[in-house]
C-alpha cells in the first residue's frame, strides 16, 4: 500500500504538465505526436490511474457513507477501463470503414489520455453541482439555477470534447464528411457499449457499500 501511494506521489508532478496540455491545448498536444503514441501505453495507463485518484477525492464530499477507498478504486479502475477499451474498439471499427490509418493500440492510448482528463473535468463539474444544488434548493425556482448552472459549466466541456474529437480527425487526415460519418456511428455505438459498462457497474458496486 505504502509503495503504491509513493508512486502515486512521485507521478502527480508529470500528470499535472501532461494534464494541462491535455486540457489547454488537446488537438495541438495530439498533433506533435504525444498522443496517439503506442510507445507511450504505460504512460498513458499511469495518466489514467491518477486521474481516477483524483476523481475519488471530487467525489468523496458526495458520499454519504464513509468509502472504503482501496476496493472502490479497485472497481471503479475496472469498469472504467472495460468501458474505454469497449470504445477503442469502436472507434477502431469506425475509422476502419473510411480507411482510417489508426490501429487499436493508437486509439488506446490516446483514449487513456483523454479519458483520464475528462473523468477529472465531469466530476469537477458534478461536485460543483452537487454543492450548488444545496445552495439553491430553497430558492422559489431552484430547478431552472441548476439547469443554468449545468448549462453554464458543461459548454467549454462540451468545447473541450469537440476540439478532441478533432485530435482523432487530424490524426486519420479525414475530410470532413468522412469524419461525420464516423462520429454518427461512434455515437450509435456508444449507446450500446455505454448500456454493457453499466451492467458491469452495477455488478460491481453492487457488492460495495457506498452512497
Known sequence: ???????????IPTFLKEFLNLLLSPRAYASSGKVFEPSRFNDALGFLAVSL??????????????????????????????????ETVVIQFAWRLVKGKGTISHYLVANFFYFGVFTVLGH??????????????????????????YLITGFPLFVWMVTCWRAYVDFNTAKFKQSLWVLILIGALSAITYFLARLLRDALFGSIFIA
Request: no cysteine.
Open 1 to 11: 500500500m505504502d509503495s503504491v501511494i509513493k508512486e502515486i506521489l512521485n507521478s
Open 53 to 86: 485518484v483524483v476523481t475519488l477525492v471530487l467525489k468523496a464530499p458526495m458520499f454519504s457513507t464513509e468509502l472504503s477507498a482501496i476496493p472502490y478504486l479497485a472497481a471503479d479502475g475496472f469498469w472504467k477501463f472495460f468501458i474505454v477499451l469497449l
Open 124 to 149: 469537477t463539474v458534478k461536485l460543483m453541482g452537487h454543492e450548488f444544488e444545496i445552495y439553491v434548493e430553497s430558492f422559489a425556482n431552484s430547478r431552472f439555477f441548476v439547469l443554468l448552472f
